[in-house]
Every structure is written in C-alpha cells, then in structure tokens.
C-alpha cells in the first residue's frame, strides 16, 4: 500500500427554518439594515428555536443527511470529531450525543473548540488519525448554537451570529485528490479581545456572573478585525507559495463567513477573483465552525473532481489556519 491520504468523499449542511433578519433586529436593538450590511454584508440569518435544541441537534441533521447521501452506515464510522463552542453541555461531548442519535456505536468521538477556526483543526485531526491508517472514515462536523451565548443587547456583536451545522465524510485515499497540506497556528494575544468570561472553572455560573453578563460573547471588533484581516489572508497566501500555487491555479476559496469585507481582504491578497470566492454570509451570518462546511455544501454541485482549493479562517483565541486540498468528486 502507497501513501495513505484523507480525501473529502462527502459534504451535508443544515441550518434552522427561523430567519432572523436585519428588519427584525432593528426593532431590537438601535441599528439598522443599511448599517449592518455595509459593515458586514449580512442580511439575515438562522435561529434555532424550540426548548432544550442545541448544537447536537443542529450536528446530528447535518451528519444524518451526510450518512444518508453517501450510503455510509452508522456501523462503518470509525470515528466523529465536532468543532464547536457552544457545546450541548459540558459532557458528554456533542460529538458523543451527534452518536448517539445516529446509532453510531464504538467510533471514537470528541469535541474540539477552536472557535471560528474549529472545522479546519478538526479537518487535520480527523485527516491524521486516517493518514496513520488505523481508521478509513471519519465524520467532521462544525455546530454552532451562537444564538446561545449572543447578548441580544449588544448591537455590535448580536447582528453577526446565526445558527448551523455542516459535515464531512473523510475517507482513506492513495490518490492525488485529497488534503494536501495544513498550517493551523495560534496566539494567546487574543484572549483578552473576544471572549466569554463565564461559565468555566475560573468563574462558575452564579446570580452575581449571569447579572454581570459573563456568559454572553464579548468581543473588541476593530482590534479583532484587524488582527483577522492579517492573519486570514497572511495564512491563505503562505500556503498557495509553500505548495506553489498562482491566484489563477485555485478553483476556489473557501473562506470563515465572519465579515465580508475580511473574505474581500484575503481573496485580493491571494489574487483570487471574487467569482471564485463562496460567499453565503448574507443569508446565514457568521455561524462560527460550522461557516466552512456549509459553503462546501452549498457549493458542491460546482467543484469539480481535482479542483484547486483553499480554506481560510480566522477565530477567537487567537486561532487561525488554511487548508488546500484537491476536490475528489
């Protein structure tokens, strides 16, 4: 047996039926409809509603319309990793309970939070465990719930977040269209710039931190676009010249759904042209892990088999990283 890579044999998505728009927050908090789309060039987004749903019920649709399109069985999953910050509690993993409602049973599964750069650390763990050669298929899902922690209070941060899922299929593979190369990178510089302060060992929830708003998302959005705008478009470039490729040699490039003029920002540095940009910002906000995979999902239809592709993102932590890969379908 030759070199063993992992390939993406299969992409699925979901996102909830409630649409959140710019109209309706408007009568929320003081902003308006013009205001959020020339800063974000979001113009809706999606809400998960309905008592005790969250993201495992966001992770298990998109991985069940996954199993379901690739003819996988739950049997032939040999493992599960979820890419998420808003995890369904604290444990077990989403990933266990995504499992769980899917009869998945003996896979290994975990959650891994990276924040906005979440699916592609979870893209190389999962390629890795296949690249060893102990494992053939491997389910990664990005779930986000971000309507769970948004302070819909704050009209600088409750106007980018939505709800969604999506999901892969990695598969075994010693062909040339596969995951080619990886760089994932990060910096502590960022935890004092977007954050949650609550809810972990060092401030446990009690009435005093849910009245301060610890549990809600903070973020410094100037400081944290411009460290975004670098480093997503820096990481972006840095791989098409370690694997020496030219603007016009990528397909497409994928890129976090957080801000459209930062995905405007890394495709000019790439020499990308916008054509060749997926873009679904407008309708589904920023959905933090899950951005990725639903732009692999509603794109499918137009990568074709060895197709040139990047994906970039920027998240909390700091977290960053970008991914070129060769489409194999």
Same mark, same amino acid.
């Given at each position: 047996?030759?070199?063993?890579?992992?390939?993406?044999?299969?992409?699925?998505?979901?996102?909830?039926?409630?649409?959140?728009?710019?109209?309706?927050?408007?009568?929320?908090?003081?902003?308006?409809d013009?205001?959020?789309?020339?800063?974000?060039g979001?113009?809706?987004?999606?809400?998960?509603?309905g008592?005790?749903?969250?993201?495992?019920?966001? /992770?298990?649709? #998109?991985?069940?319309? +996954? @199993? =379901?399109?690739?003819?996988?069985?739950?049997?032939?999953? *040999?493992?599960? &990793?979820?890419?998420?910050?808003?995890?369904?509690?604290?444990?077990?993993?989403?990933?266990?309970?995504?499992?769980?409602?899917l009869?998945?049973?003996?896979?290994?599964?975990?959650?891994?939070?990276?924040?906005?750069?979440?699916?592609?650390?979870?893209?190389?763990?999962g390629?890795?465990?296949?690249?060893?050669?102990?494992?053939?298929?491997?389910?990664?899902?990005?779930?986000?719930?971000?309507?769970?922690?948004?302070?819909?209070?704050?009209?600088?941060?409750?106007?980018?977040? /939505?709800?969604? #899922?999506?999901?892969v +299929? @990695? =598969?075994?593979?010693?062909?040339?269209?596969?995951?080619? *190369?990886?760089? &994932?990178?990060?910096?502590?510089?960022?935890?004092?710039?977007?954050?949650?302060?609550?809810?972990?060992?060092?401030?446990?929830?009690?009435?005093?931190?849910?009245?301060?708003?610890?549990?809600?998302?903070?973020?410094?959005?100037?400081?944290?676009?411009k460290?975004?705008?670098?480093?997503?478009?820096?990481?972006?470039?840095?791989?098409?010249?370690?694997?020496?490729?030219?603007?016009?040699?990528?397909?497409?490039?994928?890129?976090?759904?957080?801000?459209?003029?930062?995905?405007?920002?890394?495709?000019?540095?790439?020499?990308?042209?916008?054509?060749?940009?997926?873009?679904?910002?407008?309708?589904?906000?920023?959905?933090?892990?899950?951005?990725?995979p639903?732009?692999?999902?509603?794109?499918?239809d137009?990568?074709?088999?060895?197709?040139?592709?990047?994906?970039?993102?920027?998240?909390?932590?700091?977290?960053?990283?970008?991914?070129?890969?060769?489409?194999a379908?």
């Amino acid at each position: 047996m030759g070199n063993i890579g992992a390939a993406i044999t299969g992409v699925s998505g979901y996102v909830p039926d409630y649409v959140l728009t710019n109209r309706e927050l408007e009568q929320m908090v003081e902003t308006n409809d013009e205001w959020i789309r020339s800063r974000t060039g979001i113009s809706e987004r999606r809400i998960l509603k309905g008592e005790g749903m969250g993201s495992a019920y966001l /992770g298990t649709q #998109a991985v069940k319309a +996954l @199993l =379901e399109k690739t003819g996988t069985r739950p049997e032939e999953v *040999d493992g599960l &990793i979820c890419a998420t910050i808003t995890p369904e509690m604290f444990f077990p993993s989403t990933a266990n309970l995504i499992c769980d409602n899917l009869g998945i049973r003996g896979a290994f599964s975990f959650d891994l939070a990276a924040a906005c750069s979440g699916f592609l650390y979870a893209l190389e763990t999962g390629s890795n465990f296949i690249r060893a050669g102990n494992q053939k298929k491997i389910i990664v899902v990005g779930a986000d719930k971000m309507s769970s922690i948004v302070n819909y209070n704050d009209r600088n941060t409750c106007i980018l977040f /939505g709800d969604g #899922a999506g999901a892969v +299929l @990695l =598969e075994a593979s010693e062909g040339e269209n596969i995951i080619k *190369d990886t760089i &994932i990178r990060s910096d502590g510089v960022g935890k004092d710039l977007i954050y949650i302060k609550g809810g972990g060992s060092a401030y446990p929830p009690t009435h005093e931190t849910i009245e301060l708003g610890y549990h809600h998302f903070f973020q410094d959005g100037r400081s944290v676009f411009k460290y975004a705008v670098k480093s997503m478009a820096d990481v972006a470039v840095e791989i098409m010249k370690r694997n020496n490729l030219s603007g016009e040699d990528i397909a497409y490039l994928v890129p976090h759904q957080a801000n459209m003029r930062i995905i405007e920002a890394t495709a000019n540095r790439m020499a990308v042209n916008m054509d060749k940009v997926t873009v679904n910002i407008q309708k589904y906000g920023n959905t933090t892990a899950a951005t990725i995979p639903l732009c692999l999902w509603e794109w499918e239809d137009k990568f074709k088999k060895g197709d040139n592709i990047i994906l970039a993102a920027f998240g909390g932590g700091f977290t960053w990283g970008s991914i070129y890969l060769k489409w194999a379908y």
